[in-house]
């Protein structure tokens, strides 16, 4: 399974890192996308990361949002700057059958996690 975590209430301007760990299986050789629901919204894509760490945010976020990973940890982070209330929403992940970003064989997804920006 895959289990987010890092998400928090913060205040405009802050940062978070939010985290994507797999378990019962390696993240090693697989593309992870990040992806995020805002109150009210259709689910949007925020980030593909190939296995070796190559692709990254999308241009909506790629100014403020960052993207790594620690394969041997089996781990996927999304270090988020400069957030504003409109990054507010659940944060999810999921992992595809390959390697390669865009990942258009997601099999594994994540329950989310929560973050909510407000003054």
């Known amino acids: 399974r895959l289990v987010e975590s890092g998400g928090d209430s913060v205040q405009p301007g802050g940062s978070l890192t939010l985290s994507c760990q797999s378990s019962?299986?390696?993240?090693?050789?697989?593309?992870v996308m990040w992806f995020r629901q805002r109150p009210g919204k259709d689910l949007e894509v925020i980030a593909c990361?190939?296995?070796?760490?190559?692709?990254g945010p999308e241009d909506s976020v790629k100014d403020r949002f960052t993207t790594s990973r620690d394969n041997p940890d089996n781990t996927v982070y999304l270090h988020m700057n400069n957030l504003t209330p409109e990054d507010t929403g659940n944060y999810s992940c999921?992992?595809?059958?390959?390697?390669?970003?865009?990942?258009?064989?997601?099999?594994?997804w994540g329950q989310g996690t929560l973050v909510t920006v407000s003054s």
């Open positions: 999921a992992v595809d059958r390959t390697w390669a970003c865009p990942a258009a064989s997601l099999e594994i």
């Open positions: 019962g299986f390696s993240l090693r050789a697989r593309a």
């Open positions: 990361v190939t296995s070796n760490g190559n692709g």
